[in-house]
């Protein structure tokens, strides 16, 4: 009988995060999926049992340091080691630079990347020592580039790039492997069909990036053997300009 094991969705939606956990417990993985509302998740959480699998709910802010390590405590105690770990918070927020306050920046910064930080420090504390694991961590097109009203999600979103490279390099060479993904392009949630029904209509075409096709990237990106590794991965739409 296999060792159980564990993968970690931190920011668990109801789009991306709840597919990439509802991939990763079709293989067999303990998912543990965080909100910082543990109640919301109660819908991924019934919809992960109704195919077999095993989940387990934690409410948690993933901003607050002492929440991060007792939560990787707790499920490497009660739960199954972590093998994966995926950061899925994202922090999309719109202001003129002018209109942009100090409250708004450091409030996205800490989402985007403090947040990447505090997860990846406490995942790898656990996987180094048994030399093996995966973390993830989700970006976006402001991972790369910066727009007009996006200051602060871009600020947040080329740290957690640069958290991600500086990781990669730091752990790779002992066993961990480390990828970033930029997510470019509109998802398939139902955000973007309220407030974007043009680019929704692009569903049908495949115009907008489906959840489950994303986490079917990220179970791949896993199990790649280690003579071939990703670092970054970009996923968009075929339609979409870059």
């Keep these: 009988m296999a060792e159980p094991k564990a993968c970690l969705v931190i920011g668990a939606g109801d789009a991306t ?57 707790k499920i490497e105690r009660d739960v199954a080691p972590i093998e994966v770990a995926v ?38 504390k656990q996987m180094l020592p048994r030399g093996q694991g995966t973390i993830l961590f989700t970006g976006a097109t402001a991972s790369v580039r910066g727009g007009a009203g996006f200051s602060a999600f ?25 990828a970033h993904t930029i997510i470019d392009g509109a998802i398939d949630t139902q955000w973007i069909a309220e407030r974007f029904p043009q680019a929704y209509a692009l569903k049908d075409q495949d115009g907008i990036l489906n959840p489950d096709h994303i986490a079917e990237a990220y179970w791949q990106l896993h199990v790649q053997p280690r003579s071939a590794w990703t670092h970054e991965l970009d996923l968009r739409p075929w339609m979409e300009s870059f």
């Design 87 to 124: 950061f899925n918070i994202g922090g999309n927020v719109n202001f003129p630079v002018t209109e942009t306050t100090s409250r708004v920046y450091l409030k996205v910064w800490q989402m985007c990347a403090f947040a990447g930080f505090l997860m990846g420090r406490e995942v790898a």
């Design 17 to 73: 995060g709840g597919a990439i956990a509802r991939r990763f417990a079709r293989e067999g993985f303990e998912t543990c999926v965080t909100r910082r509302h543990a109640d919301k998740l109660a819908p991924l959480v019934e919809a992960i049992e109704g195919e077999g699998g095993k989940a387990h709910a934690f409410g948690s802010d993933a901003r607050e340091e002492d929440q991060m390590i007792d939560l990787v405590a």
């Design 154 to 178: 871009s600020g947040g979103k080329h740290a957690l790039r640069a958290l991600a490279q500086s990781m990669a390099r730091e752990l790779g060479p002992q066993g961990i492997h480390v």
